[in-house]
T-cell receptor, first 110, second 116 residues
Framework: GESVGLHLPTLSVQEGDNSIINCAYS??????FIWYKQESGKGPQFIID?????DKRQGQRVTVLLNKTVKHLSLQIAATQPGDSAVYFC?????????FGTGTSLTVIP | NAGVTQTPKFQVLKTGQSMTLQCAQD?????MSWYRQDPGMGLRLIHY???????DQGEVPNGYNVSRSTTEDFPLRLLSAAPSQTSVYFC???????????????FGEGSRLTVL
């Protein structure tokens, strides 16, 4: 089966600092990737996506970088806020199925 | 719009009992899916459907059945619950999947199932 893995299970950052969350994927044929945020007791929520014909995409305070050569994704959060504390998942779309990573827990220290 | 609605939110079963987790969406999405979330395992796909009358297996389908008689509803059935099925279950829907689609999955709030 597919595997999507995250390099670090937990990340703590000071409020106002930038956060970087990494993700490795294994299927070189995957052409669409999404980052999700999951707050405690809730379902995952879409943050940002990127297609394989791009290497960077920016949203509001978030940037996703895609390196197809090494099959690596990263999510950058600028000026991290307490409300950003959550578990972050990357997911790869292999057609009709999304494969999710195990998640990185981000804690923002006030 | 309510989005994706799952019921029940919490359920305790005894081994061997059966039950159905309900999922409904009011966004006219063709694609619906069920995931289970276990600690340290991320989200794993159980079953999915690309439209009414069409279902297919995901990564971990054993012990679960689904049907899709309408666009709105996608129930997940556990025929004979086992302790290994203790998990949090998420239903998700999308307007479309794959190339050309937005791909964004909209998730319900989850159903926490404990099998004793």
């Amino acid at each position: 089966g597919e595997s999507v893995g995250l390099h670090l299970p937990t990340l703590s950052v000071q409020e106002g600092d930038n956060s970087i969350i990494n993700c490795a994927y294994s299927n070189s044929a995957s052409d669409y990737f999404i980052w999700y945020k999951q707050e405690s007791g809730k379902g995952p929520q879409f943050i940002i996506d990127i297609r394989s014909n791009m290497d960077k995409r920016q949203g509001q305070r978030v940037t996703v970088l895609l390196n197809k050569t090494v099959k690596h994704l990263s999510l950058q959060i600028a000026a991290t806020q307490p409300g950003d504390s959550a578990v972050y998942f990357c997911a790869e779309d292999t057609g009709n199925q999304f494969y999710f990573g195990t998640g990185t827990s981000l804690t923002v220290i006030p | 719009n309510a989005g994706v609605t799952q019921t029940p939110k919490f359920q305790v079963l005894k081994t061997g009992q059966s039950m159905t987790l309900q999922c409904a969406q009011d966004m006219n999405h063709e694609y619906m899916s069920w995931y289970r979330q276990d600690p340290g395992m991320g989200l794993r796909l159980i079953h999915y459907s690309v439209g009414a009358g069409i279902t297919d297996q995901g990564e971990v389908p054993n012990g679960y059945n689904v049907s899709r008689s309408t666009t709105e509803d996608f129930p997940l059935r556990l025929l004979s619950a086992a302790p290994s099925q203790t998990s949090v279950y998420f239903c998700a829907s999308s307007y479309s999947m794959g190339l050309g689609g937005t791909g964004e999955l909209f998730f319900g709030e989850g159903s926490r199932l404990t099998v004793l």
